[in-house]
């Protein structure tokens, strides 16, 4: 590998390094409960979705939103069983501000923020932000470790330079 290339590898680490470190800075947090909308009623449908199916989308049966449950947050058989009991009462939280539409798919979908099933909470608020906050923390010591290989890289190349 010649200098030139390590220069070209250098800027492309560092801009992933920055990039992972900006992304953990911005994510992580979720609304607070009380900006959040409460929907509540008896599910429609659930699928499982994604490479391995640790994305659950929902509909409920009187209302036109669609929901997503992230596998970021964690026990997603759980979260499935609770959606797809049939004639179980289903509360959740989300936030009505922010949505998403996957490729191929006209809808929009609301990450939920909360999940209770017949009074019982199934994944609190709490647990949630708190999985979040975890993500995002392991985003930023990635962009540090990427940042930190990155100048290691850097002090064998100008080492390599130097040498005869």
Not at 3 to 21: E, T, W
Not at 31 to 48: F, M, Q, R, Y
Not at 51 to 58: D, E, L, P, Q, S
Request: hydrophobic share 40%.
């Amino acid at each position: 590998m010649n200098f030139s290339d390590l220069k070209n590898v250098a800027v492309l680490a560092a801009l992933l390094g920055v990039g992972l470190l900006i992304a953990s800075s911005i994510s992580g947090n979720i609304p607070n409960p009380s900006h959040l909308t409460k929907l509540e009623g008896h599910i429609d449908w659930v699928k499982a979705t994604g490479k391995y199916g640790h994305t659950i989308r929902f509909k409920f049966q009187e209302d036109d939103t669609h929901l997503v449950y992230h596998s970021i947050g964690g026990q997603i058989s759980k979260v499935q069983r609770a959606l797809a009991q049939r004639g179980a009462l289903i509360s959740v939280l989300y936030d009505q501000t922010d949505s998403h539409s996957p490729p191929f798919d006209q809808n929009e979908y609301h990450t939920i923020y909360e999940l209770v099933q017949n009074g019982v909470t199934v994944r609190s608020h709490s647990a949630l932000a708190e999985r979040y906050a975890e993500n995002s923390r392991l985003l930023g010591w990635m962009g540090l470790g990427v940042l930190i290989c990155l100048g290691f890289l850097i002090l064998a190349g100008c080492r390599k330079k130097k040498e005869p």
